[in-house]
């Protein structure tokens, strides 16, 4: 399996543009999670869905940001308008099962850089 | 709220060394403990997790971790250090509970180990 695979890996985008990040989740997980990594606030969970539906998406940091899942293999987080403050690593992450015991794996990221 | 805490931000050890990785959390109940590492420009691999049963919990790449209950700690240790396992180490915790219960990370601890 390729793992989890994010695209873009890098983004430069001018303030005030649509970003749109995109995620292929492990075939068979029903689990999945986008984080943002920073050095001020470390990890955090934006959002995570299960079985394609939007869970839990109180980590999402304001209305600016969306995320969807339009089917079992792929998932976009959109950030519009984007702002300097945006720029971080944006992981995606998958796992078989929601939570308990369940480690989750993560793809290598996306550094976004808002200028 | 669950919370980790990684009370070093860099751990220094000589290759052929143990080392250790210190990590502390606090959680209502019993909890599910996990440790990732992640290379410059990579995403978290997962290294090992502490779900029930023994303390001693052995993982990827020679590292193993100690869970204490008594002292809500779950130490990441390696007999002999590598200069290949210079990377930052995070600690997880998931508390248990029903529906969604969320993976919180530490701060991260950078490793390096010098030849």
Known sequence: DAGVIQSPRHEVTEMGQEVTLRCKPISGHNSLFWYRQTMMRGLELLIYFNNNVPIDDSGMPEDRFSAKMPNASFSTLKIQPSEPRDSAVYFCASSHRPGGGTEAFFGQGTRLTVV | ?115
């Open chain 2, 1 to 115: 709220a669950q919370s980790v805490a990684q009370p070093e931000d860099q751990v220094n050890v000589a290759e052929g060394n143990p080392l250790t990785v210190k990590c502390t959390y606090s959680v209502s109940g019993n909890p599910y403990l996990f440790w990732y590492v992640q290379y410059p420009n990579r995403g978290l691999q997962f290294l090992l997790k502490y779900i029930t049963g023994d303390n001693l919990v052995k993982g990827s790449y020679g590292f193993e971790a100690e869970f204490n209950k008594s002292q809500t700690s779950f130490h990441l240790k390696k007999p002999s250090a590598l200069v290949s396992d210079s990377a930052l180490y995070f600690c997880a915790v998931r508390a248990l509970g029903t529906g969604f219960q969320k993976l919180v990370f530490g701060t991260g601890t950078r490793l390096l180990v010098s030849p």
